[in-house]
């Protein structure tokens, strides 16, 4: 607080404080001179008298360092010892560093190595803050006035490694004194493009709080956010180099807060997004996000995670990556050939029903085994010869690989080959046994040449190594109608 003014400050009041600040340097020097020893215990607060100028024990008080720090009390009545240097104003200058104000002195250890955002949001006066290391007297590690112009509270962001012990000092502005709070927070480690968390294995959750995480420079654009500069904040990254050629599934559900989710490849600073690789909402009433994107082996693809907007505030973020690697095509007998066997359902009891007419064909391969139901129902209906001939395959690769199959052997029981797979879905390019309109664009991408058969080798309905008009149509088919 500035002159019994509320936190806020104005183009005049910084020269004013300025001006209080010159004459503050003299007062400073005189009382840091006649700064005396303490007489009586100086640990609790309470017991230090006011106005009490003395060397107060240091440091006062051990902070727990299990994270996030949250610790209040009152400067009113502290020592004056200690004072910071060099200390930032929020104006991109030098504020005030505390010389004239009662200061507590806390000690802390670093759990993990990592950036530590100390502050004192929250608190009831113009607060100064500053770090030392190891000890009271030791070097200083960064100092803070004001956060910025509008916030006279206090905040440093210090690098430290996991075991190393800081003295943090909360001071105050020209002799202001008060209740404060002491928070401390480590920076999530992937707070970067260039430290991101790397994924070695799938499936892959994380929980991260991000309410510490920061925007950096080089953070990209998001194409699909609607916000206007499309950056969004509190950015974390995520790595994941694809094993094999796959779909890589990423989403945030569950996450306390508005996501955008982004894939991106190349450098950090100069990537690319990801082809269907940018997600805002994943529907609309669902404002965390998912993305589903080919993968190609050996490519690292890097996931960043913003909160939408410019709220700055973040929050828990459930982080899931799973990959599926594309289905290899086998070059076994196995008939892939959809579209011969779907449209006519009478193909089921007619290649069951063991009428041995003579006229029985070697063509006449029972159509992909799968057909379920055999009914052995003996019923020797002779009009069923005739529409065999029908429901044959019109495609060249059919038959030939269902050759395997044919060895007409006069078994007159046709044994329900009880292997129940299921059935190659074309346009499933995730084999979850459902087409998502994005496996129909991927399907139509691949058609036109925009994208490999890699990325979904689902959409190439007979293994031709290319996906034709006719195998895009099925995928819609199966979107449509589901995979049958
Ligand atoms: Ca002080
Ligand atoms: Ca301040
Ligand atoms: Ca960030
Ligand atoms: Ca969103």
């Known amino acids: 607080m500035f002159g019994g003014e509320p936190l806020r400050a104005s183009v005049t ?27 009586a215990s100086a640990v609790a607060f309470a017991i230090v008298a006011a106005g009490a100028e003395c060397r107060a024990l240091c440091p006062e008080v051990s902070l727990n360092s299990s994270l996030p720090v949250y610790q209040s009390g009152s400067t009113a009545g502290a020592p004056n010892n200690f004072a910071g240097t060099s200390c930032t104003d929020g104006y991109g200058g030098i504020g005030d560093d505390g ?48 956060i910025d112009p509008a ?29 404060f709070n002491l928070n401390i927070a480590l920076i999530p480690p992937n707070d970067n493009c260039f430290t991101p968390e790397a994924i070695t294995s799938t499936p892959f959750t994380q929980t991260l709080d991000t309410a510490n995480a920061t925007v950096s420079e080089d953070d990209p654009i998001q194409s699909c956010s609607s916000h206007s500069d499309q950056v969004g904040t509190n950015s974390v990254w995520y790595s994941f180099t694809a094993p094999a050629d796959g779909i890589v599934n990423v989403d945030t559900a569950g996450s306390t807060y508005d996501t955008v989710l982004t894939a991106n490849t190349g450098e950090c600073g100069l990537s690319t997004e990801v082809v269907y690789g940018c997600n805002d909402d994943a529907s609309a009433s669902d404002a ?23 709220y700055g505030e973040g929050g828990i973020l459930y982080f899931a990556l799973d990959f599926l690697p594309a289905a290899t095509p086998t070059p076994t007998a196995t008939p892939i050939a959809p579209t011969a066997t779907r449209t006519p359902t009478a193909t089921a009891s007619i290649t069951s029903t063991p009428s041995r007419t003579p006229t029985q064909t070697p063509t006449l391969t029972h159509p992909p085994t799968q057909t379920q139901t055999p009914t052995p129902t003996p019923s020797p209906l002779p009009t069923s010869t005739p529409t065999v001939a029908a429901s044959q ?52 991408a691949i058609a036109l040449g925009d994208d490999l058969l890699a990325t979904c080798s689902a959409c190439d309905a007979n293994a031709d190594g290319r996906v034709l008009p006719g195998e895009v149509l099925t995928a819609v088919d199966n979107a449509l109608n589901g995979c049958r």
Request: hydrophobic fraction near 35%; charge should be neutral.
């Open 13 to 39: 009041g910084s020269r004013l404080r300025r001006r209080a600040f010159e004459s503050a340097r003299w007062t400073r020097s005189i009382r840091w001179r006649g700064a005396a020893p303490c007489r």
């Open 99 to 146: 010389g004239t104000a009662p200061e507590r002195t806390f000690a802390f250890v670093a759990p993990f190595t990592g950036s530590y955002i100390i502050d004192t949001i929250g608190s009831a006066f113009d607060t100064v803050l500053y770090v030392r290391d190891g000890s009271c007297g030791g070097s200083q590690l960064a100092c803070s006035d004001d």
């Open 151 to 179: 916030n006279l509270q206090s905040r440093v962001t210090v690098d430290l490694t996991a075991g190393q012990t800081i003295i943090i000092f909360v001071d105050g502005y020209m002799g202001a004194s008060g209740t």
């Open 288 to 310: 965390t996000s998912a993305i589903s994107f080919a993968a190609v082996a050996g490519t690292t693809y890097t996931m960043e995670v913003t909160e939408y907007g410019d």
């Open 393 to 444: 395959a019109p495609t060249a690769t059919w038959t030939a690989t269902a050759t395997a199959s044919v060895t007409d052997t006069p078994s007159p029981t046709p044994t329900p080959s009880p292997t129940t797979t299921p059935r190659p879905c074309v346009g499933d390019c995730n084999a979850d046994q459902r087409v998502l309109p994005g496996e129909v664009l991927r399907c139509v």
